[in-house]
T-cell receptor, first 114, second 112 residues
């Protein structure tokens, strides 16, 4: 139980295009999902908290117009990187809160912007 | 500020030997502490957590962690390391809004 999937696992895109990443809870309903960004050999940085049916809450310094988050259902949250640039290249990981304390993480999506 | 520290960038241990990955925390109130493991190009896998109760917490894959309030530590341990345990380990603490703050991570290398 408590499986979280992400799609795609890898994406390469041209600079200026938009990329959508999906995060799904496969065997449970998640009222809250989180989006993280991880740079090579670094820890995870929380980008935003995604609540089903409401607007996402972004961490300080994260551009909400750049990183659009939608949590349309209890099993799906999406992150869209708009007008991607090479500096947006990173490893993006989502998580879903199952019980009040524990977050379960997806396998991550590696984005490369050329 | 609420935070966790992992003082070691890397821990090396021989297969079969016990391992310890250190974590200290700084939080206000009662801490909710977690350990996660990350394999290359993968997401994080939940190992164990401390919420309340026994100071020794047992988790997945034979790992355990000891909560020490006086030393504000939550070290991850395993009695006998396996080569397959080699990975990146993160300690985390829950803060407001159910958010997690992660330590910098510790690379564990187990050599045969």
């Amino acid at each position: 139980g408590a499986v979280v999937s992400q799609h795609p696992s890898w994406v390469i895109c041209k600079s200026g295009t938009s990329v959508k990443i999906e995060c799904r809870s496969l065997d449970f309903q998640a009222t809250t999902m989180f989006w993280y960004r991880q740079f090579p050999k670094q820890s995870l940085m929380l980008m935003a908290t995604s609540n089903e049916g409401s607007k996402a809450t972004y961490e300080q310094g994260v551009e909400k117009d750049k990183f659009l988050i939608n949590h349309a259902s209890l099993t799906l949250s999406t992150l869209t990187v708009t007008s991607a640039h090479p500096e947006d290249s990173s490893f993006y990981i989502c998580s879903a809160r199952v019980f009040q304390e524990t977050q379960y993480f997806g396998p991550g999506t590696r984005l490369l912007v050329l | 500020a609420q935070s966790v520290a992992q003082p070691e960038d890397q821990v090396n241990v021989a297969e079969g030997n016990p391992l310890t990955v250190k974590c200290t925390y700084s939080v206000s109130g009662n801490p909710y502490l977690f350990w996660y493991v990350q394999y290359p190009n993968r997401g994080l896998q939940f190992l164990l957590k401390y919420i309340t109760g026994d100071n020794l917490v047992k988790g997945s894959y034979g790992f355990e962690a000891e909560f020490n309030k006086s030393q504000t530590s939550f070290h991850l341990k395993k009695p006998s390391a396996l080569v397959s345990d080699s990975a990146l380990y993160f300690c985390a603490v829950r803060i407001y809004g159910n958010k997690l703050v992660f330590g910098a991570g510790t690379i564990l290398r187990v050599k045969s």
